[in-house]
């Protein structure tokens, strides 16, 4: 049985930190990266009403700090890829669906001897830059020994 309430506590902490950074400068980018609402349900939900195993949830919400302080630093990315996806969106009192291009950057680095994934998302040629994942890769201890931790599909929409 899970404590819920630990749960909970660590949830409330996690957005309330979250909340506060709102955005960071990215030298990469060269832009600010908004950290957004969307971004901290897609730390809790795979996709739209399918939650995240909850040690998943937690493990992502432990390394938040780490992802505001890769953003900070990083110059270069690991990873790019940009897919066309489809938007429900009201044109004119009526919901329509369009499609925009969705651009995916990659952050990868080992802080504090934990290797982190931060993507950050952009949809549309206009769209603002902002959080959309911390993808926890792997565990490193001071021996050197690797731990493999399998939470990560490969697919940018979903991690």
């Known amino acids: 049985m899970e404590d819920n309430s630990n749960y909970e506590k660590?949830?409330?902490?996690?957005?309330?930190y979250?909340?506060?950074?709102?955005?960071?400068?990215?030298?990469?980018?060269?832009?600010?990266?908004?950290?957004?609402?969307?971004g901290f349900n897609h730390?809790?939900?795979r996709r739209a009403?399918?939650?995240?195993?909850?040690?998943?949830?937690?493990?992502?919400?432990?390394?938040?700090?780490?992802a505001k302080n890769l953003v900070e630093v990083a110059t270069t990315y690991q990873e790019f890829e940009e897919t066309l996806q489809e938007f429900?969106?009201?044109?004119f009192k009526k919901r329509v669906v369009t499609t925009k291009p969705v651009y995916y950057w990659g952050l990868i680095a080992i802080i504090d001897g934990r290797k982190i994934k931060?993507?950050?998302?952009?949809?549309?040629?206009?769209?603002?830059?902002?959080?959309?994942?911390?993808?926890?890769?792997?565990?490193?201890?001071?021996?050197?020994?690797?731990?493999?931790?399998?939470?990560?599909?490969g697919n940018p929409e979903e991690d």
Do not use: C
């Open 43 to 45: 730390i809790i939900f």
């Open 18 to 38: 979250y909340n506060e950074i709102n955005h960071v400068y990215s030298p990469l980018l060269q832009d600010n990266i908004r950290f957004s609402a969307e």
């Open 88 to 91: 429900e969106v009201k044109h």
């Open 118 to 153: 931060v993507i950050i998302r952009k949809v549309g040629e206009n769209g603002t830059l902002h959080f959309w994942s911390i993808v926890p890769a792997w565990m490193t201890n001071k021996y050197r020994d690797t731990r493999f931790v399998a939470t990560m599909k």
């Open 10 to 16: 660590l949830r409330e902490d996690a957005l309330r």
């Open 49 to 66: 009403r399918t939650e995240r195993d909850r040690s998943s949830q937690i493990m992502r919400m432990k390394l938040l700090p780490l």
